[in-house]
């Protein structure tokens, strides 16, 4: 599977970006998961977001929850972030991953995911 990622950039507080990562090879796993990761300068990389083909769920990390929405189709292989409310504490990079036969209780560990994108730098100016 290989990720590409795209979008990102500069916005002011309270702006929005959208991110999007399409997925080519095999992605037609109902348990095929796709995710957002950032990380921060000094920081770990963090869950931020991720939703998982079969059935449609989504997942948010809390400090994203209500500002963030994950969506994705398996038809196009794309998943997208759309950011809303942004605040400084957002700015990182942001990596998009993905697993073919991730279980849920692995959706937010980094460590699980085989394949990744390239990093997207969102920076937000206050």
């Known amino acids: 599977v290989q990720l590409q990622a795209s979008g990102g950039g500069l916005a002011q507080v309270g702006g929005s970006l959208r991110l999007s990562c399409a997925a080519s090879?095999?992605?037609?796993?109902?348990?095929?998961?796709m995710a957002w990761f950032r990380q921060a300068p000094g920081k770990e990389r963090e869950f931020v977001a991720a939703?998982?083909?079969?059935?449609?769920?989504?997942y948010y990390a809390d400090s994203v929850k209500g500002r963030f929405t994950i969506s994705g189709s398996n038809a196009q292989s794309t998943v997208y972030l759309q950011m809303d409310s942004l605040k400084p504490e957002d700015t990182a990079v942001y990596y998009c991953?993905?697993?073919?036969?991730?279980?849920?209780?692995?959706?937010?560990?980094?460590?699980?995911?085989?394949?990744w994108g390239q990093g997207t730098q969102v920076t937000v100016s206050s």
């Open positions: 991953a993905a697993d073919q036969r991730l279980i849920t209780s692995d959706t937010r560990r980094p460590e699980a995911y085989d394949y």
């Open positions: 090879g095999r992605t037609s796993s109902s348990r095929f998961v």
């Open positions: 939703i998982r083909w079969g059935g449609s769920h989504s």
